[in-house]
């Protein structure tokens, strides 16, 4: 049991096995916000201060106490209009064009497992998950909200949605409805988020909270490369493994929004939802709208911790299907290697180079379709180019399996160029403004996802396809912004609606063509990582992490993803060098050791390489075979931070111990280079462990407190790795 109740005082507590949130219904119904933290079993609420602040007015029913203010109390979830001048969470026009909230509440309930969300994605529990509802109640105006918190107890995961009912007797416009509201009245923090652009995705940056809004947001109808949809509070002394930290991440891959405002009196307010800009939704009477999900965890043991709870959720309980924790077929991936240059006779030749050295599955990415030469048309005419790719898919995929692979394809659904037979047909179908240009990305248009006819047309032109041959894997890519957002098929009082509703649409089509084809891997990509959340994850075991696969960038840009992210979700590859993206020449020892912190394959013409080469990547598909499982499924440790030291390093821990593997890169060589010692982690101390290929035995404490002396580099980029396993003597 994870939710208790104390009826009589209005505590509602959620334990989880090291944490505890708490929130109280008042004396006037207003629901505060407790407490989030370290599991201490004891109603906090007497930490709370009612000060007399200035310009912190106070409800009516406060009668002449002037320290009863919405403005200085911690709230579960804010409102506008009625006197907190804080963030808000929710916002709502009202049929006579007012805007006031004022949410009191009304009922609970506590229900075995894990509540679901009509449409989108969210986390999914075992029996041993609980659900705890709370409605509150705006009585002026019917307004209802059921605040929902999912609890997965082992997991010190706590989920959050909310359901916005309108039970009056006109329609309310929504304009805006966060998932997350979380007030944290005590404490210093600072806030480390991820930004970035194309190529150079989820740079984690960490700065104290200043006085106001900081605000980490998209608004391209993604989630982005710019941001992401994840947040870490942390304390000024938090380290990896050590120190109070509290982390979100939203599951929803539209455009977002995550706040935080440090207030006048030192209190700090996290939101989390979908973008209010650009969007608003019309609920008629009787109606409900339900928001995405935000997942947040808390940990007293440093970012590490935090880091272990979010791995583990997604992992286990938002990824599903046939490859949610089976090993993942090692691919070979032809863009980087022909971009649109190709035939069938070449698309075959890397086969038979990639199946000789042991790689399980050939992935043909863009250019197989339509009149697909160059980026400037064919997107929605999925039928096969027979001039490319002559004698059919069928036969192909028949050539392919006969070296002993697998096959999968690329296809960008949600995409129609001007040049197509579909834009010829099915013009109203592109998202445009009608009387305006609208802005090309990749010289592409967007397909209206929120329509029926366009998810059906997509769903049996995709079926068609998965039913023509043996196909295993796809990759779902998107490669541009979304703007001009205008459905031809909506009411102008419903375009605001169109954002979310393609979302929806994106979503229902995942699942549908998910659910037809179980056996078939998914992986999501948007020119890389610019759609890499919790969202795409529960369709899409793994996603393309970035364009960029530089092993040496590549390093920064899987450290940043993995404070949030499992390492099976990033889909990374060993290219060419010079690197197509940096001109950067790494040693091929090194790109394989980068590439395997996460879904491996490669993606070059490994024809081209030398004999000795072609024995390495041999010998890396049997390290990846060897170690796969323990990198997917063990603990993820980072050991050093890329972006200011001069070493690379990660560390995956067996779970039960016995097993550790770290890998990374030292960057630069210098002549006389003390060598360096790096600190291991998540070691039983007393345990003792034996590193292979020496007959050394070391304790966990001495590897973790004093570290392990790595061998000196040669070169730059120079490839660091050793295996550990425990013995008894
Ligand atoms: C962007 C992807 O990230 C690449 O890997 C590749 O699939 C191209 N799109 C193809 O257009």
Not at 149 to 169: P, Q, W
Not at 305 to 322: A, D, M, P, T, Y
């Amino acid at each position: 049991m994870s939710v208790y109740i104390d009826e009589k005082s209005r505590l509602f507590c959620i334990r989880t096995n090291n944490t505890e949130y708490q929130m109280k219904a008042d004396e006037y119904g207003v629901l505060k916000h407790i407490w989030y933290g370290k599991k201490v079993g004891s109603d906090m609420s007497y930490l709370l201060e009612y000060p007399d602040v200035g310009f912190s007015g106070n409800p009516y029913c406060a009668g002449d106490d002037r320290t009863y203010s919405l403005n200085t109390l911690p709230l579960e979830y804010s409102c506008e209009g009625t006197g907190d001048y804080r963030i808000s969470a929710l916002s709502v026009t009202h049929s006579d064009g007012s805007n006031a909230l004022d949410l009191r509440y009304k009922s609970h309930s506590v229900k075995k497992g894990k509540y679901s969300i009509k449409g989108l994605p969210a986390v999914y529990g075992d029996s041993e998950a609980e659900t705890l509802e709370i409605t509150l109640c705006d009585t002026a105006s019917g307004i209802e909200v059921v605040l929902r918190y999912g609890v997965l107890e082992k997991l010190d995961i706590i989920t959050r949605s909310a359901v916005i009912r309108n039970n009056g007797e006109k329609t309310a416009v929504i304009n805006k409805a966060a998932s997350l509201c979380l007030d944290i009245p005590f404490g210093d923090w600072e806030w480390i988020h991820f930004h970035g652009r194309h190529t150079m995705e989820r740079v984690p940056e960490r700065a104290p909270l200043f006085y106001g809004i900081q605000e980490s947001s998209s608004t391209r109808g993604t989630s982005s490369h710019q941001q992401n949809p994840s947040v870490i509070l942390c304390s000024p002394d938090c380290t990896e493994q050590s120190g109070e930290c509290i982390g979100a991440f939203f599951v929803y891959s539209g455009s977002f929004s995550t706040k935080i405002e440090y207030d006048q009196l030192r209190q700090t307010r996290l939101t989390m939802g979908i973008n209010p800009e650009l969007f608003t939704w019309n609920l008629s009477a009787g109606e409900e709208f339900e928001t995405p999900e935000a997942v947040i965890t808390y940990s007293d043991n440093g970012l590490s911790q935090l880091s272990h709870n979010f791995h583990r959720v997604i992992r286990e309980n938002i990824c599903r299907g046939k490859y949610k924790l089976a090993e993942r077929p090692i691919l070979i991936n032809n863009w980087e290697a022909t971009y649109f240059d190709f035939d069938e006779e070449k698309i075959l030749a890397i086969a038979k180079e990639a199946s000789a050295l042991g790689v399980d599955m050939l992935v043909l990415d863009d250019g197989w379709f339509g009149k697909r030469d160059g980026d400037t048309s064919g997107l929605g005419d999925w039928f096969v180019n027979e001039n490319k790719i002559k004698g059919g898919l069928g036969k192909l995929v028949e050539n392919v399996k006969a070296l002993g692979m697998r096959f999968g394809i690329w296809f960008e659904p949600e995409m129609i160029s001007e040049d197509s037979y579909l834009y010829r047909a099915h013009p109203d179908w592109a998202i445009q403004i009608p009387g305006r240009q609208p802005m090309r990305g990749r010289y592409q248009l967007l397909l209206d996802m929120s329509r029926k006819d366009v998810q059906d047309y997509l769903y049996g032109v995709m079926c068609d396809i998965l039913r023509s041959a043996d196909i295993s894997y796809i990759k779902w890519d998107m490669n541009r912004s979304i703007s001009d957002w205008y459905s031809a098929e909506l009411p102008p009082e419903r375009q605001g609606e169109l954002p979310h509703r393609y979302m929806l649409g994106l979503y229902s089509l995942l699942e549908r063509l998910t659910s037809e084809f179980p056996d078939v891997l998914f992986e999501g990509c948007s020119g890389g990582g610019g759609r890499f959340d919790a969202g795409m994850l529960y369709y899409c075991p793994q996603i393309w992490c970035s364009d960029d696969t530089d092993a040496f960038e590549r390093t920064k840009i899987q450290y940043g993803t993995s404070y949030i992210y499992p390492v099976s979700a990033v889909g990374s590859h060993v290219s060419t060098v010079p690197n197509h993206q940096t001109g950067r020449i790494t040693p091929i020892e090194t790109r394989a050791i980068t590439a395997m912190a996460g879904s491996f394959g490669y993606e070059l013409d490994l024809g081209t390489l030398s004999d000795d080469e072609k024995a390495d990547v041999e010998k890396q598909i049997k390290k990846f075979k060897k170690y796969g499982s323990l990198i997917h499924n063990g603990k993820y440790y980072r050991l050093s931070d890329p972006l200011k030291d001069n070493i690379a390093a990660w560390e995956f821990a067996a779970e039960d111990g016995s097993e550790i593997l770290v890998q990374g890169m030292i960057f630069r060589t210098e002549p006389n280079m003390k060598r360096y010692s790096l600190k291991l982690a998540g070691l039983e101390p007393q345990a003792l462990y034996k590193m292979a290929g020496t007959d050394e035995i070391i304790t966990g404490s001495a590897l973790m407190k004093g570290g392990i002396l790595l061998p000196a580099s040669w070169g730059d980029y120079s490839p660091v790795e050793i295996h550990l396993v425990r013995t008894e003597n």
